[in-house]
């Protein structure tokens, strides 16, 4: 089963600030946590990863509790085409553990 | 590089019938992953190689199911005696030791079994 939690589907303005909520309560201290998002008909897209503390790269930011429970997603000024699927998932980098995927976020922004 | 290739992009096929995709990761990963995705689902994991070694499989690959890695480099996934129950995206993903991206996709094979 998936280790993580999230909201089944969100709506967005387009222009406006996406956060996408995901719970993770069960996360080991090795593990971290990893996002990704899929268009629709392509594969899943790397985002963001981090382990406890807040990351922000040209795509997104990533802020993570300081009990690591939980974490969001923030898609600064989302556009029509962050449109999509959004999974958040646990991974531990020290070995190649098989990633489990829930269902997902699906996001929608609206023009 | 050019990323996780995968082929066909689609391929349609009549129930019974065999077919293969064949996924080719990122040429220094050493790691190969095969997943399949429904509508609305995320994808679920079905088996994984390091180098040639196929190292778990899912209960999901049935009997009709078999992946390759031989030479540890690009990999292919057979279905035997289609059923439409099998149509679905198979994903491809790979990844290594020092990869900080977790996994990189490729962008799946759509399988429509008729």
């Known amino acids: 089963d998936a280790k993580t939690t999230q909201p089944p589907s969100m709506d967005c303005a387009e222009g406006r600030a996406a956060n996408l909520p995901c719970n993770h309560s069960t996360i080991s201290g090795n593990e971290y946590v990893y996002w990704y998002r899929q268009i629709h008909s392509q594969g899943p897209q790397y985002i963001i990863h981090?382990?406890?503390n807040n990351e922000t790269n040209e795509m997104a930011s990533l802020i993570i509790t300081e009990d690591r429970k939980s974490s969001t997603l923030i898609l600064p000024h989302a556009t029509l085409r962050d449109t999509a699927v959004y999974y958040c998932?646990?991974?531990?980098?020290?070995?190649?553990?098989?990633?489990?995927f829930g269902p997902g976020t699906s996001l929608s922004v609206i023009p | 590089d050019t990323g996780v290739s995968q082929d066909p992009r689609h391929k349609i096929t009549k129930r019974g019938q065999n077919v293969t995709f064949r996924c080719d990761p990122i040429?220094?990963?050493?790691?190969l992953y095969w997943y399949r995705q429904t509508l609305g689902q995320g994808p679920e994991f079905l088996t994984y190689f390091q180098n040639e070694a196929q190292l778990e499989k899912s209960r999901l690959l049935s009997d009709r199911f078999s992946a390759e890695r031989p030479k540890g480099s690009f990999s292919t996934l057979e279905i035997q005696r289609t059923e439409q129950g099998d149509s679905a995206m198979y994903l491809c993903?790979?990844?290594?030791?020092?990869?900080?991206?977790?996994?990189?996709f490729g962008s799946g094979t759509r399988l429509t079994v008729v």
């Open positions: 998932i646990v991974i531990r980098r020290t070995s190649y553990d098989k990633v489990i």
């Open positions: 993903a790979s990844n290594s030791f020092l990869e900080g991206y977790g996994y990189t």
């Open positions: 040429s220094e990963h050493n790691r």
């Open positions: 981090g382990l406890k």
